[in-house]
């Protein structure tokens, strides 16, 4: 059975998630930084009354940081009692995947993704890398103390 | 269970965790009454009482292990009664014993996992309590003089039996009330609750049968009341809101109703012959689910942030040049009006320390068992009440305290004796509110003080050289002051607990006082409430922050020629600025924050604090104002940071960051630290 999956771009990959993951999509604005957090925790934002952390993908990903356009999005998503954002360069497409497109990701793809790559599918021309929100979120806590 | 058992589970789990705390407090009294060989007949019809509403409420919700076990604790207390109120020393246990299993299955309940069944061994020791006893009084002839029809009589144990007879007895009617519970009896605010609590004040409630079967509105429920009272059927039928409800006699026809039968009763009920004690509770005090009291906060948090909204629009309208003199005087009552509103909010939430603190006998009690010390516990908290959301996470704090005070610091009776102390160690616990915004709370006890030496020596540092050093020393994760973990102190579970709760999650303080052989006094200042603080609003490198007011010593100017600096230290570092005859180290709070101010120097105003008892100055660009903020504590891993209290709304959607600038500075102060360690002997 194919579920949905909102797609979203990272300095020009295309990746997907879930839709059942994802709580709602937000654009960016800013975040508030928080002193002491990892480096990939761009900061705060405010979510339907709550305060949530925000992960830059491309921190996560160890890519180099651009500046937000209005076409950043922030890709809210809830990982049981956890609701953790992820900033994206933009997420405009939500898209059907049937489990047969979806293929293991190539060893090589896998190691250099640190695991944050669950599988790849082939929808087209295009590939979509099926990402692993829990892994990319990180359970790492804050350093200091 | 059907959907109306459901509804009353939570006024049932709040009213039997009540009944509990109070039998294991009257227990505990009974057991030294007992081993003084004293009697105290009040203190044996109080516990009769409490577990026999325990059996009668759980008896409502079906639960037939917790009736089984109150019923022969019950019983034992019967004969406890007839003996002139003498719990015999060896009863004891069992009763532990069987409050214990009680409790259990409350819980278990509590969290929809299955009820266990009653532990057959428990049931047959506590069943033969009873065995010194004299047999059941009044039990031939029940049946004779009750009727009920066969579905009901089984619901029955033979003293609620027994109860019906003597309240018949003593010449009150006794009757069968039928309600049958439906939504439009709900949506008159009619519960099966409200109907125990009308019918309370005008009848004893016996028991409460939940029946299965069809009912006049087309339900399938309904609850059977066995009452004893003096009042008119018209006058119970109309508390409970007229027909469907019937009320009926049980009391067999042949035998007129007003008659005494006391001959038929070998023995008058402990319960029933002290009308103080039978009387229906009629107290003002109201129950209610801290998640509704929550959720009136939550509302004036959002009332708060609109305020702070609002106020930010009048000021652009003033700075724009308009007439705002009378606005700006609505604002100010407004504030005020919720402050008011708030203060009577969080009142509602207060609870006694003592109340939270009511189990803590029971704990002394589990260690002197098994530590074999003798220990005895002071309570000294009068009054002082505490927000119910501070005193749940306080309370793990304390029970670890006074574990480790009985499992480390109290000597064995041998010791004590040989130091020439009283063999009995004691426990003190104590509390006053320091200010209108803070509780001081403080666990002594008379023991041997700690070994800074041995604890310096077990974590391979030198020794402390202050008690200050030494309680960080002892907070540290997993130091534990004895080599062989103990079975109830456990090993790692150590003062790092204490210490997290306390200055991490509150935001409190907790300092250690010791003397070698004299004993030693843990004192934990926390906020009487977490949820909203007053605080300063303040600019730091372009970004908005928060601190909280009572953090605050001191908010002091900084004026840069007259600083000192250290010469070793780099431009931004510390320095020392002077403040009353003191030298207070200065820290530029970008510098812990990480962020770049494009400055020279520190900020112009700095906010003074306390870290580990010493001031130290934090220094900012601006202050922006005071005033009232809802804190939110961050819950996520990823941003949980020490310094950081939680997240704000000032109004713009943005969260801003309340910081906890002592452990900012501890945390993150890292050279600074060594800087205003030699500030300690400065001092005047």
């Known amino acids: 059975m194919s579920t949905l999956h909102v797609v979203f771009k990272v300095a020009g990959a295309e990746y997907a998630i879930p839709a059942s993951e994802v709580m709602q999509m937000e654009s960016f604005t800013s975040a508030t930084p928080v002193p002491g957090a990892p ?12 305060v949530v952390p925000v992960v830059d993908a491309r921190a ?30 933009s997420a405009r497409e939500v898209m059907k995947l049937a489990p047969e497109q979806l293929q293991p990701p190539p060893p090589m793809v896998a190691e250099q993704a640190q695991g944050f790559v669950k599988a790849v599918a082939q929808v087209g021309p295009r590939l979509v890398m099926l990402i692993d929100f829990s892994r990319v979120i990180g359970e790492e806590k804050a350093h200091g103390g | ?34 081993r003084q060989r004293s009697a105290s007949p009040r203190t044996v019809r109080e516990l009769f009482r409490a577990l026999h509403t325990i059996k009668g409420l759980s008896a409502m919700v079906d639960v037939e292990p917790i009736v089984s076990i109150a019923h022969w604790m019950e019983t034992a207390l019967r004969h406890a009664d007839q003996a002139g109120g003498r719990l015999p020393e060896a009863s004891v246990e069992p009763m532990m014993e069987g409050l214990r299993a009680i409790e259990q299955r409350v819980r278990q309940l509590a969290t929809g996992a299955h009820v266990s069944e009653a532990p057959r061994e428990l049931l047959e020791r506590l069943e033969a309590l009873e065995g010194t006893g004299r047999g059941h009084p009044g039990q031939q002839g029940t049946s004779a003089m009750l009727q009920l029809e066969p579905a009901l009589a089984t619901k029955l144990s033979a003293s609620d039996q027994e109860q019906l007879l003597a309240g018949i007895a003593s010449g009150r009617r006794a009757l069968r009330m039928d309600y049958v519970p439906s939504a439009e009896r709900a949506a008159q605010g009619l519960t099966i609750n409200t109907v125990r609590e009308r019918v309370g004040h005008l009848a004893e409630i016996v028991k409460v049968v939940p029946m299965a079967g069809a009912t006049p509105g ?18 119970l039928l109309e508390a409970v809101g007229g027909p469907p409800a019937t009320v009926q006699s049980i009391v067999e026809p042949s035998l007129p ?167 009995e160690g004691v426990v003190r616990l104590a509390c006053h509110a320091r200010s209108s915004a803070r509780l001081e709370l403080t666990v002594s006890d008379d023991g041997r003080g700690v070994d800074a030496a041995a604890a310096a020596a ?32 456990g090993r790692g579970m150590g003062m790092d607990i204490v210490k997290r709760i306390t200055v991490d999650q509150l935001g409190g303080e907790l300092s250690l006082d010791t003397k070698p052989g004299q004993g030693t006094t843990f004192s934990l200042g926390v906020p009487l409430t977490i949820t909203i603080v007053d605080a300063f609003v303040f600019e730091c490198a372009a970004l908005r922050y928060a601190v909280a007011v009572s953090a605050v010593e001191e908010i002091i100017e900084v004026d840069a020629a007259s600083l000192v600096r250290p010469p070793s230290l780099a431009n931004g570092g510390v320095a020392l600025v002077e403040r009353r005859g003191q030298a207070v180290p200065l820290v530029p709070l970008e510098r812990l924050l990480q962020r770049e101010s494009g400055r020279e120097g520190p900020g112009p105003k700095a906010f003074v604090v306390r870290q580990r008892g010493t001031p ?50 501890a945390a993150r102060g890292g050279a600074s630290r060594m800087e205003y360690v030699p500030q300690k002997g400065g001092v005047a």
Do not use: W
């Not at chain 2, 087309?218 to 006058?235: P, R, Y």
């Not at chain 2, 943005?654 to 910081?659: E, F, I, S």
């Open chain 2, 257 to 423: 109703e007003t008659t005494p039968i006391s001959d038929l009763l070998a023995e008058p009920l402990a319960p029933n012959e002290e009308g103080a004690v039978v009387e229906p509770r009629r107290s003002n005090v109201l129950r209610v689910e801290v998640t509704r009291l929550d959720d009136a906060l939550e509302r004036l948090a959002a009332l708060v942030v609109s305020r702070s909204k609002l106020a930010r629009a009048v000021k652009e309208l003033t700075d724009a040049g308009v007439q705002t003199r009378e606005l700006v005087q609505v604002l100010h009552e407004n504030a005020r009006q919720l402050r008011d509103l708030r203060a009577s909010i969080l009142h509602l939430r207060m609870v006694r320390v003592r109340d939270v603190l009511d189990r803590l006998p029971l704990l002394i009690r589990g260690l002197r068992r098994s530590t074999g010390k003798l220990v005895r516990l002071e309570l000294d908290v009068g009054e002082a009440e505490l927000d119910k959301a501070v005193a749940d996470r306080l309370l793990p704090a304390i029970v670890h305290l006074v574990r480790n005070a009985v499992d480390h610091a109290l000597e064995s009776p041998q010791e004590r004796r040989a130091a020439g102390k009283p063999e």
């Open chain 2, 1 to 34: 269970m059907s959907v109306d058992l459901a509804d009353f589970l939570p006024a049932y789990l709040t009213e039997v965790e009540e009944l509990l705390s109070a039998a294991n407090a009257q227990l505990l009294a009974l057991e030294t009454a007992a």
């Open chain 1, 39 to 50: 480096t990939h925790v761009a900061g705060l934002m405010q979510v339907r009354g709550r």
């Open chain 2, 218 to 235: 087309g339900g399938n429920l309904t609850f059977a009341l066995l009452l004893l009272t003096g009042a008119e059927d018209s006058v």
């Open chain 1, 60 to 89: 996560r990903f160890g890519l180099p940081p651009v500046d937000r356009t209005l076409d950043s999005r922030v890709v809210v998503g809830q990982l049981g009692s956890r609701t953790v954002g992820l900033l994206v360069d």
């Open chain 2, 458 to 489: 077990r974590a391979g540092v030198p020794v402390p050289a202050s008690s200050t050093e030494l309680l960080e020393l002892l907070c540290r994760p997993g130091l534990s002051t004895r080599v062989s973990a103990s079975a109830t102190s």
């Open chain 2, 616 to 665: 130290v100055a934090f220094a900012v660009d601006k202050l922006l104002g005071q005033q009232e903020i809802v804190l939110r504590t961050l819950e996520d891993p990823l941003v949980q940071v020490p310094g950081v209290a939680g997240a704000t709304d000032l109004g713009d959607g943005q969260p801003t960051l309340v910081l906890d600038l002592p452990s900012l500075g």
